[in-house]
């Protein structure tokens, strides 16, 4: 019998419109015949719970002495609009130590999904000397592109105000993101804007990095995007991370199962090769035998994502 955790994860990542882009990987070629590692690339790196409503702050304490102990706060208002509140659950360690932050971005195509479901990694990431972020962000049908952008501003714009009361290093920020959740956190660190800081480090696990190849009359993605891309082209070309490759791109870590049939392996790695060949530090980690979901789960990639941002936030 499957766990809770699983279930509750299954209902996040395979309800949404992302189905389509399985149905759409003929539309790329075939899929790469190998895939650079760590070890391989010329570069300089190589129990959840759901939040309870009304909780404000609580320092989590364990019995294992070996255990860090966190600040955790739930619930914070970070923007709003016209009938609109978009809420973040925020993790530190329980110390003095300035620590650089990491805004965490769930999954689920855009129209489900909700920050408790990286409740786990954001403790795990806050462990290891992290000021996280994670965050809500509007979904789709009710909001349409790029609401779900802005709000990823929003939280960098909140995190720059208050940086004084979470002990958080403004200059060393890096964001965090699955599946539409790690399209959305290339987007926000590819897209800098001169208010905001600028992000230095970003993880990208089933990452959807090229929108533009999905057919132009497919409708699967209209109620995210506003339309067709024969209706809308200019917004799936915008919704696409490869579209923002440059030589001042930040170094990305980027993680995908080859069992994926929701989000094509070869997305992730035409991009991976794309910021190659810019020069810029990136790693692509393949995970052997894994789909979409297992591979959200997956610990090595955890791990390796966490150095991947010590290097670059801590050094």
């Known amino acids: 019998m499957r766990s809770r955790t699983t279930i509750n994860l299954s209902v996040c990542y395979l309800s949404g419109a992302l189905f389509i882009l399985s149905n759409c990987t003929k539309c790329q070629g075939e899929e790469a015949s190998s895939v650079t590692t760590p070890s391989q690339l010329n570069t300089s790196t190589q129990t959840q719970e759901a939040p309870k409503n009304g909780t404000k702050s609580a320092i989590k304490r364990s019995d294992n002495k070996s255990e860090i102990p966190l600040r955790i706060e739930r619930e914070i208002i970070f923007t709003e609009g016209d009938g609109y509140q978009s809420a973040a659950d925020l993790y530190r360690p329980a110390s003095d130590e300035v620590c650089p932050v990491v805004i965490m971005i769930h999954g689920g195509a855009w129209i489900s999904g909700d920050k408790w479901h990286v409740a786990d990694h954001a403790r795990q990431m806050a462990k290891k000397g992290f000021v996280v972020m994670a965050i809500n962000y509007r979904l789709s049908p009710k909001h349409k592109w ?46 800098s804007r001169p208010d905001l800081p600028k992000v230095r480090a970003v993880v990208a696990g089933g990452a959807p990095c090229d929108l533009t190849f999905i057919p132009e009359n497919t409708k699967a993605l209209a109620t995210v995007l506003g339309g067709t891309r024969a209706e809308v082209p200019d917004r799936y070309r915008d919704a696409s991370p490869i579209s923002f490759v440059t030589n001042q791109a930040p170094p990305v870590y980027f993680f995908h199962g080859d069992d994926d049939f929701l989000v094509p392996l070869s997305n992730s790695i035409r991009m991976h090769e ?19 979901l297992i591979a959200f789960l997956d610990q090595q990639s955890r791990l390796e994502a966490i150095e991947f941002l010590e290097k670059f936030l801590k050094s």
């Open 146 to 191: 790029p609401a779900h952008l802005d709000d990823c501003f929003a939280a960098l714009s909140w995190m720059s105000k208050h940086a004084s009361e979470w002990k958080a290093d403004i200059d060393r920020v890096g964001t965090w993101g699955y599946s539409a959740g790690a399209q959305l956190a290339l987007l926000t660190a590819l897209n």
């Open 274 to 292: 794309s910021l190659l060949a810019k020069g810029i530090d990136t790693v692509h980690r393949t995970i052997v035998g894994k789909g979409h």
